[in-house]
Each structure stands twice: as structure tokens, then as C-alpha cells.
């Protein structure tokens, strides 16, 4: 079982920055992918980016490709989601997930814990 707690969330203005953190514990870090989702209310969670065990690997949702960046520190036991350019559709509760597999998915059914949310909110 993997403990997971983002941090860094909050209000911002459209087009500015702002990094997510999500401290990981219990399971070796180095050995699962791990995965940012958000939800807005009434929606669906949708996948965000997603890392793949080692960090050589990322992989991003179209709708943040080329403005969010994925990264982790293995030896932090940490991944961070580096977010710039916000837009008003970037408004939601952001998620960081750990795989079941060292291979990052977009699907939710293959990650097996979640952290608690982090509200990130951009208004113009």
C-alpha cells in the first residue's frame, strides 16, 4: 500500500505558473509509474501526465501537452507536476496516483492509490 499527499495547490491568475508536489510512502518508490488526474464537479477524473518508475519516460493529456511538465525524485520519494501557462479549464481538484505496474497508463482502474487532492483554481 503506497501513502500518497500532494501539496501546492491554490489561486492563480490564467497564464501563470504552479507546481504540485506529492510525497510518496510505504512501497519502494522506484519500482511503480505514478500519474497526476483532475476532476472538476460532476465530471469524470481525467488523466493529467504520468511518469514511468526510473523518470525516463513521461507522457502527458492533449489538453496540457507543451505546458505541463512531470517529474520525480526517486530519492525524495516525491513527483512534481510543473504547470505553466494556466488556463480557466486547468480549474479542478488535482490527484497524484501510483501505478499498480513501473509503466505509466492513462487509465484510472490501473492505479491503485490515491492522495487526497489539491484544489487548483485560475481565474482571469
Known amino acids: 500500500q503506497v501513502q500518497l499527499v500532494e501539496s501546492g495547490g491554490g489561486l492563480v491568475q490564467a497564464g501563470d505558473s504552479l507546481r504540485l508536489s506529492c510525497a510518496a510512502s510505504?512501497?519502494?518508490?522506484?519500482?511503480?509509474?505514478m500519474g497526476w488526474f483532475r476532476q472538476v464537479p460532476g465530471k469524470e477524473r481525467k488523466f493529467v501526465a504520468g511518469i514511468n518508475s526510473s523518470g525516463g519516460y513521461t507522457v502527458y493529456g492533449d489538453s496540457v501537452k507543451g505546458r505541463f511538465t512531470i517529474s520525480r525524485d526517486n530519492a525524495k520519494n516525491t513527483v512534481t507536476l510543473q504547470m505553466n501557462s494556466l488556463k480557466l479549464e486547468d480549474t479542478a481538484v488535482y490527484y497524484c496516483?501510483?501505478?499498480?505496474?513501473?509503466?505509466?497508463?492513462?487509465?484510472?482502474?490501473?492505479?491503485?492509490?490515491w492522495g487526497q487532492g489539491t484544489q487548483v483554481t485560475v481565474s482571469s
Open positions: 510505504g512501497r519502494t518508490f522506484s519500482s511503480y509509474a
Open positions: 496516483a501510483a501505478s499498480r505496474s513501473n509503466w505509466p497508463s492513462n487509465s484510472l482502474v490501473d492505479f491503485g492509490s
